[in-house]
């Protein structure tokens, strides 16, 4: 079985900053690419930022300039750091990665729980 637990979410003044934390367990072959995706009151949910296991980024334009994405591959963990944040901003982030399990070598699409971020004053 394969997972995503996701952490750092919670309740931020407009401009301040927060860290989203996401790690993947279990029988896990390899990670390709892993992003993060938001889905705010009323809205559908939408791509923030993703990236491949090389490295290579796509950000959103609403959060471009303003949040950043890592992963550490030897850690099979995927972090997402957001400054200057805005009330539009609030919303659930899920984690997602596209996973090779390890035992039967199939491609999964996996999605962590959803931490909320709150950003209000």
């Known amino acids: 079985q394969v997972q995503l637990v996701e952490s750092g979410g919670g309740l931020v003044q407009p401009g301040g900053s927060l860290r989203l934390s996401c790690v993947a367990s279990?029988?896990?072959?390899?990670?390709?690419?892993m992003g993060w995706y938001r889905q705010g009151p009323g809205k559908q949910r939408e791509l923030v930022a993703a990236?491949?296991?090389?490295?290579?980024?796509n950000i959103a334009d609403a959060v471009k300039g303003r949040f950043t994405i890592s992963r550490d591959n030897a850690k099979n963990t995927l972090t997402l750091q957001m400054t200057s944040l805005k009330p539009e901003d609030t919303a659930v982030y899920y984690c997602?990665?596209?996973?090779?399990?390890?035992?039967?070598?199939?491609?999964?699409?996996?999605w962590g729980q959803g931490p909320p971020v709150t950003v209000s004053s």
């Open positions: 990236i491949t296991s090389g490295g290579r980024t």
């Open positions: 279990g029988s896990i072959l390899s990670i390709n690419a």
């Open positions: 997602n990665a596209n996973i090779i399990e390890l035992r039967s070598l199939r491609s999964l699409d996996v």
